[in-house]
């Protein structure tokens, strides 16, 4: 059974930083894209940065320059550094493991996290 579990959420004051981790585990043989969505009370989920297996990146315009996101193939690890956080970064972030494969042949899937928590506040 594939798992996606993200760390490295919490407290922080405006202007200040974070690095969100999400590591994918279990039988895997490849995921396409790995990326990071966020949800805010009463808004949808949006999507705040991917990256492709081959390192090509995509942002949400409101994180561009703010926010990095990296990742490890072998690992199957992906992170989100943020900085220059602001308030209206607060949200539940989730990590996205998709078109995972589990054999060449396989069916591909897509996989989340449970969510972890940022809040930008003074």
């Known amino acids: 059974q594939v798992q996606v579990v993200e760390s490295g959420g919490g407290l922080v004051q405006p202007g200040g930083s974070l690095r969100l981790s999400c590591a994918a585990s279990g039988p895997i043989f490849s995921i396409s894209a790995m990326g990071w969505y966020r949800q805010a009370p009463g808004k949808q989920r949006e999507l705040v940065a991917v990256?492709?297996?081959?390192?090509?990146?995509n942002y949400a315009d409101s994180v561009k320059g703010r926010f990095t996101i990296s990742r490890d193939n072998a690992k199957n690890t992906v992170h989100l550094q943020m900085n220059s956080l602001k308030p209206e970064d607060t949200a539940v972030y989730y990590c996205n493991a998709g078109a995972v494969k589990i054999c060449i042949i396989c069916r591909a899937s897509d996989y989340w996290g449970q969510g972890t928590q940022v809040t930008v506040s003074s």
């Open positions: 990256i492709t297996s081959a390192g090509t990146t």
